[in-house]
Nanobody, 126 residues
């Protein structure tokens, strides 16, 4: 499994960014895909995921209505559209894929996927 993120950067509060994750080495539609983020000194936490079976999406409360996860199966790519960015969204963002052996809670900080990319930094200035 290989996951390569791109699209991070520096943006002002209120702005937007779209993260992309190019996936390879596995059957894309068989895996649950998601995005995690981590700030220095804290554990990495899951923030969004998309189910391969029906495309259902799930978000942590702090990003609901602002971020959207989506996939393009033809391109084996996962996206995270981030709008109305806030300084507290500053973090390293990681694309992740799960083959069914991960953990899904019960809380978002307990979510664990079996594979992660190397991450891309998002910095939101106030």
């Amino acid at each position: 499994v290989q996951l390569v993120e791109s699209g991070g950067g520096l943006v002002q509060a209120g702005g937007s960014l779209r993260l992309s994750c190019q996936a390879s080495g596995f059957t894309f539609d068989d895996y649950t895909l998601g995005w995690f983020r981590q700030v220095p000194g804290k554990e990495r936490e899951g923030i969004a995921m998309i189910s391969p079976s029906d495309g259902s999406t799930y978000y942590i409360d702090s990003i609901k209505g602002r971020f959207t996860i989506s996939t393009d199966s033809a391109k084996n790519t996962v996206y995270l559209q981030m709008n109305s960015l806030r300084p507290e969204d500053t973090a390293a963002y990681y694309c992740a894929a799960d083959n069914g052996n991960g953990r899904y809670g019960p809380n978002w900080w307990e979510v664990y996927f079996t594979s992660y990319g190397r991450g891309t930094q998002v910095t939101v200035s106030s």
